[in-house]
């Protein structure tokens, strides 16, 4: 499995004057931070570089992250003008998003709504989820159903109602509904990877210019669990 997208292996889902949509590798990271790493909009950005023959300066707008271990959908805008507005649609919730997650618990219901509150804590790059609210805290919603059931894992669809820092990870593990890999909120082992098994499934929103519904589904990583997912 490709640890990073470059240029020349970048998954594309959908390209237009105005944005383009990535199916982001586990291993990537959206923007820049200490590592050092290569962020995913340069590579983007090399890539319209490369695709367009365009000279040095691309313009390239980052709307919303992805964790880093985790894969999936991320937009990104190619005008100052779009760029405004996605970030608009995207802070005001008008997106459908929709992920999936593989846990090695079985949730205590088929299908439920999770309501916590979320606090935040830069210095462990963590979120706490309460049941009640609490200082400094957030209001966390998601709903999700069991779309499979696995060998040894469940499939779960999850629609994401708010947008909070790790809200998917850190709810799932308050009702003990650990991700595989993610070690950060409790699964006893790592994925060799690095990567969690939580990917950005579909996302759906009116487009920032021609102001029409556009909609997009990333097909998961290819390993022996995914595989059998989408089976």
């Excluded at 590579?43 to 365009?54: H, L, S």
């Excluded at 999936?100 to 509150?117: G, T």
């Excluded at 979120?127 to 069991?146: C, D, G, T």
Aim: aromatic share 8%; net charge positive; glycine share 4%.
């Amino acid at each position: 499995m490709d640890q990073h997208s470059t240029p020349a292996n970048l998954q594309v889902l959908y390209e237009d004057n105005h944005l383009i949509v990535v199916n982001k590798r586990a291993g990537d990271i959206v923007q820049g931070d200490k590592t050092g790493d290569i962020p995913l909009a340069d590579v983007v950005k090399e890539y319209i570089r490369i695709k367009y023959n365009k000279p040095r300066n691309v313009y390239l707008g980052v709307v919303h992250r992805l964790d880093r271990p985790t894969s999936g959908i991320v937009v990104f805008s190619k005008t100052s003008k779009a760029l405004p507005r996605l970030n608009k649609l995207f802070a005001e919730g008008k997106t459908k998003k929709t992920y999936w997650a593989v846990v090695k618990n079985a949730p205590p219901k088929e299908k439920d709504e999770l309501v916590h509150w979320l606090v935040r804590n830069p210095k462990q790059n963590k979120s706490y989820a309460h049941k009640n609210e609490v200082p400094k805290s957030k209001k966390a919603i998601l709903s999700y159903r069991i779309l499979k059931k696995l060998d040894h894992y469940f499939l779960l669809e999850i629609d994401l109602k708010t947008g909070r820092h790790h809200q998917i990870r850190a709810q799932l593990s308050a009702i003990n509904s650990i991700i595989k890999g993610d070690l950060k909120y409790g699964a006893d082992r790592s994925n060799k990877d690095g990567s969690i098994h939580l990917h950005s499934r579909y996302l759906a929103f009116e487009h920032p210019v021609k102001k029409e519904q556009v909609q997009f589904l990333a097909p998961p990583p290819h390993d022996v669990i995914w595989d059998t997912c989408v089976d």
